[in-house]
């Protein structure tokens, strides 16, 4: 079973050597989500957030949006990395992809069929879509939670790697604070002001990351 979005934030902060933040709340039916003494939950969430989202690039959710209506523009959901393929009710067949090039005008005149391409936040018919409407399967990233017992959707198997982007995530806060102290260093022996312990750390996680996310094995597209 996979990690619940708790879990994984005190993976996080025991990697980081922080601990649980003690919390009094006036309703314990409504516990605050949980944080550290240093990172706390507003970081942790923003961390685990784009953890989720990098490794979509490797690993993806794969799955479908119901157009109900005529029409040739459409938009698709937030979660869209890229559509595979579009099913025309009507017709039940696949309908093409076609590319944008230079001068090209965008027609199936010679034939009746349709065809589509898509753009960052939506997708596009070179004909009226019937009113049967289509099925888009596309590429998501993974949902994002928001509460603490929510179960995570990715696998099992990226749980070690979200933890280590989240833990690099998080320690760029600590990186931006010791850039406004490191400023003020006017000692020879105090080191330079470049010299930033978390950003080294941080850059460390992230190669780990890297490592992990590497040694997963690559979905592959239809």
């Known amino acids: 079973m996979t990690a619940s979005f708790y879990d994984?934030?005190?993976?996080?902060?025991?990697?980081?050597?922080d601990i649980v933040a003690v919390v009094e709340d006036d309703d314990p039916s409504n516990p605050s989500p949980v944080g550290g003494g240093i990172y706390d939950a507003d970081i942790l969430k923003d961390a685990?957030?784009?953890?989720?989202?990098?490794?979509?690039?490797?690993?993806?959710?794969?799955?479908?949006?119901?157009?109900?209506?005529?029409?040739?523009?459409?938009?698709?959901?937030?979660?869209?990395l890229d559509v595979e393929g579009v099913f025309e009710n009507e017709?039940?067949?696949?309908?093409?992809?076609?590319?944008?090039?230079?001068?090209?005008?965008?027609?199936?005149?010679?034939?009746?069929?349709?065809?589509?391409?898509?753009?960052?936040n939506g997708i596009t018919f070179v004909n009226e879509l019937a009113a049967d409407g289509a099925k888009v399967y596309y590429l998501a990233h993974?949902?994002?939670?928001?509460?603490?017992?929510?179960?995570?959707?990715?696998?099992?198997m990226t749980i070690t790697a979200v933890t280590l982007f989240a833990a690099s995530?998080?320690?760029?806060?600590?990186?931006?604070?010791?850039?406004?102290?490191?400023?003020?260093?006017?000692?020879?022996?105090?080191?330079?002001?470049?010299?930033?312990p978390a950003k080294d750390l941080s850059n460390f996680f992230l190669a780990r990351f890297e490592n992990e996310l590497n040694s997963l094995p690559m979905q592959t597209r239809n």
Not at 64 to 78: D, K, Q, R, V, W
Not at 97 to 116: D, E, K
Not at 169 to 196: F, N, R
């Open 8 to 17: 994984v934030k005190l993976k996080v902060l025991r990697l980081l050597g």
């Open 48 to 80: 685990v957030h784009a953890a989720l989202k990098r490794i979509s690039s490797r690993i993806w959710k794969t799955t479908i949006y119901e157009i109900e209506e005529a029409g040739t523009n459409f938009s698709l959901p937030s979660d869209l």
């Open 91 to 120: 017709t039940s067949m696949f309908i093409p992809r076609i590319g944008f090039q230079t001068g090209q005008v965008l027609s199936t005149s010679m034939t009746n069929a349709n065809a589509w391409i898509n753009y960052p």
């Open 142 to 156: 993974w949902e994002l939670p928001e509460d603490d017992d929510e179960t995570l959707e990715c696998p099992e």
């Open 169 to 196: 995530y998080c320690l760029l806060k600590s990186a931006v604070e010791q850039g406004d102290i490191a400023q003020y260093k006017t000692k020879v022996d105090s080191g330079q002001p470049v010299d930033l």
